[in-house]
């Protein structure tokens, strides 16, 4: 306690060096934090992508997917269910809220059972054909609720009875799927039934992709090799890739988003570490005849030690706090925009663990900055420094 008095003439004496320097320290941790929990959460994103699960899409550009390729890759050892996905893709009454309704057959139910429906949902799908069921997300940027209506209008002869508008029933909503990108970000799940009922004949038996379950994750790339092995020559061939993989190649299209933010958080580092380092390191050149003084007085290399590593933590320890809590509001505000459709990234959440990464990161760079002040005062002559010399 009796370091305290002391600290705070330290910190105080040039009031608004020291609060540019808590804010500018503060600023860093929050971008500190703010990557942190970026990359956190985009690798979340990857590994809530199972490698177990495959994606089986048209190689080359194709319309569709023949149904009937279902039977043989129930044939290929190590699947163990094949279900088809279709979207519809429109918009609602008004041309600029676009919308699509990702329909799914009941062998969707094994094929990708992390699909967050549960068995009463698809018993009302099963019973209602024309119904839907909205995520959260989904949900929350439509403003709908459990029986309303929702429109879809394609252009004509998007139904064999020559409509245009799709009128869809809302069952309710359900849990956002794990996963960032491994499905329409909004997603909006329907019957692949009432779909292949209310299309013209030609174009029923076609989905856009196929989802397979495999019986080990180890075995996925394999099962995808003879996948594709198989369908070489067959119209249209066929791409595979693991659910898990596929959400990588997502994660890093175009840029590394997760190398990114690593890189920008250790630059933050850098600078929390050189202003935390110049700051200490200019306070003791400033008063090394105080330094002297208590020296003097009987303070030995410990306590003068103590005295500035607590100078050097104080602002950092601060700082840490402050920017811990600046990137939690940064990443409720960018969980809303995620929420809302306006960016498309997975959902970030400042987690617990990473204030307490960012306190320990505080203290080690204030004991790192206060290396060379308490090197230079280990050295220092004190009768000269006493006697001004």
């Not at 307490?356 to 308490?374: D, E, M, Q, R, T």
């Amino acid at each position: 306690m009796k370091f305290i008095p002391l600290v705070w003439a330290a910190l105080w004496r040039n009031r608004a060096e020291s609060v540019l320097t808590l804010l500018a320290l503060s600023v860093a941790f929050a971008l500190f934090g703010i990557m942190i929990a970026l990359n956190a959460a985009y690798e979340q994103a990857i590994d809530d992508a199972r490698m177990d699960r495959l994606i089986i899409a048209c190689r080359f550009e194709c319309g569709a997917i023949p149904l009937g390729y279902r039977e043989q890759l129930a044939r290929i050892g190590g699947v163990t269910a094949v279900g088809g996905q279709v979207w519809l893709g429109g918009h609602e009454q008004d041309e600029h809220h676009q919308i699509t309704v990702m329909f799914v057959d009941e062998e969707m139910r094994s094929a990708w059972p992390e699909l967050p429906l549960s068995p009463a949902d698809w018993r009302a799908l099963e019973v209602t054909p024309a119904g839907i069921f909205l995520s959260r997300k989904a949900a929350a940027r439509r403003n709908v609720r459990t029986g309303d209506t929702v429109t879809l209008n394609l252009p004509p002869g998007s139904r064999a009875d020559g409509g245009t508008t799709w009128f869809f029933a809302v069952l309710g909503v359900i849990p956002d799927p794990p996963g960032w990108g491994q499905s329409n970000p909004d997603m909006i799940v329907g019957n692949l039934r009432y779909l292949e009922n209310s299309i013209d004949l030609e174009e029923r038996g076609r989905v856009n992709v196929l989802r397979v379950a495999v019986d080990r994750p180890e075995h996925a790339r394999a099962v995808c090799r003879a996948i594709e092995a198989w369908f070489t020559n067959a119209s249209p061939a066929l791409y595979c890739v693991p659910a898990r993989e596929n959400a990588q190649e997502l994660a890093d299209a175009n840029i590394n988003m997760r190398q990114i933010s690593l890189g920008i958080g250790a630059a933050g580092l850098f600078m929390i570490l050189f202003l935390c380092a110049n700051g200490i390191a200019e306070s003791v050149r400033e008063r090394l005849s105080e330094f002297g003084v208590l020296k003097a007085l009987g303070y030995g290399d410990a306590r003068i030690a103590l005295l500035v590593i607590l100078e050097a933590a104080a602002p950092t320890l601060l700082a840490a706090l402050i920017g811990g809590a600046l990137a939690r509001g940064v990443g409720a505000f960018l969980a809303h925009l995620a929420v809302k459709g306006v960016i498309d990234m997975p959902e970030m959440r400042a987690s617990p663990a990473a204030f307490g990464w960012a306190l320990v990161a505080a203290l080690l760079i204030a004991l790192v900055s206060a290396l060379a002040p308490l090197y230079r005062l280990r050295r220092m002559d004190v009768a000269a420094v006493v006697a001004g010399r």
